[in-house]
T-cell receptor, first 115, second 114 residues
Framework: DAGVIQSPRHEVTEMGQEVTLRCKPI?????LFWYRQTMMRGLELLIY????????DSGMPEDRFSAKMPNASFSTLKIQPSEPRDSAVYFC?????????????FGPGTRLLVL | KQEVTQIPAALSVPEGENLVLNCSFT??????LQWFRQDPGKGLTSLLL?????REQTSGRLNASLDKSSGRSTLYIAASQPGDSATYLC?????????????FGPGTSLSVIP
């Protein structure tokens, strides 16, 4: 398996623009997680899905952030409108807890810069 | 190459005990160290973040220390409760690469017995 795939790897945009980050989890994994990482706050959980259903979105900072998982192999994290303080690295991770595998496998991340 | 280890791998204590979880890393050149809690089927919950210039952080019953020179961090949990049962992970962001290259330890599985 290719592991967790994220795109784009880098994104530079202007304040106010819509940003869409994409994630393909490892095939067979039924849990998917979105994290944000900054120097000051470290790694923070934004939202996670089990079997395509959002379970906990309490980490989503504002209504400008939304996440979807239309099927088991694809998820998006959207920021609209984007702001400079959204600049961070966004990670997607997946796991398969139903098979006893709690280990989360992280993607390479998307480095977002909002000017 | 940075390596992160955690001892013990598993720990079982009676409710009310104070306990210490250990994390060791091989390269002291780090941006920060972060402690997480993982509950089955859930995302990682950040507990404490210690920047490289800091020596400790506290949140409620939790206290984390950082000793870069010895490559160690400890997570102290006071007056443990059954709700503290989870896997605890430490993670370091090494210097020399972008800060987001987080390296996780294998975790300590904690069970607090009522």
């Amino acid at each position: 398996d290719a592991g967790v795939i994220q795109s784009p790897r880098h994104e530079v945009t202007e304040m106010g623009q819509e940003v869409t980050l994409r994630c393909k989890p490892i095939s067979g994994h039924n849990s998917l997680f979105w994290y944000r990482q900054t120097m000051m706050r470290g790694l923070e959980l934004l939202i996670y899905f089990n079997n395509n259903v959002p379970i906990d979105d309490s980490g989503m900072p504002e209504d400008r952030f939304s996440a979807k998982m239309p099927n088991a192999s694809f998820s998006t994290l959207k920021i609209q409108p984007s702001e400079p303080r959204d600049s961070a690295v966004y990670f997607c991770a997946s796991s398969n807890p139903s098979s006893g595998q709690e280990t989360q496998y992280f993607g390479p991340g998307t480095r977002l810069l909002v000017l | 190459k940075q390596e992160v280890t955690q001892i013990p791998a598993a720990l079982s204590v009676p409710e009310g005990e104070n306990l210490v979880l250990n994390c060791s890393f091989t390269d002291s050149a780090i941006y920060n160290l972060q402690w997480f809690r993982q509950d089955p089927g859930k995302g990682l919950t950040s507990l404490l973040l210690i920047q490289s210039s800091q020596r400790e952080q506290t949140s409620g019953r939790l206290n984390a220390s950082l000793d870069k020179s010895s490559g160690r961090s400890t997570l102290y949990i006071a007056a443990s409760q059954p709700g503290d049962s989870a896997t605890y992970l430490c993670a370091v962001s090494p210097l020399g690469s972008s800060y987001d290259k987080v390296i996780f330890g294998p975790g300590t599985s904690l069970s607090v017995i009522p």
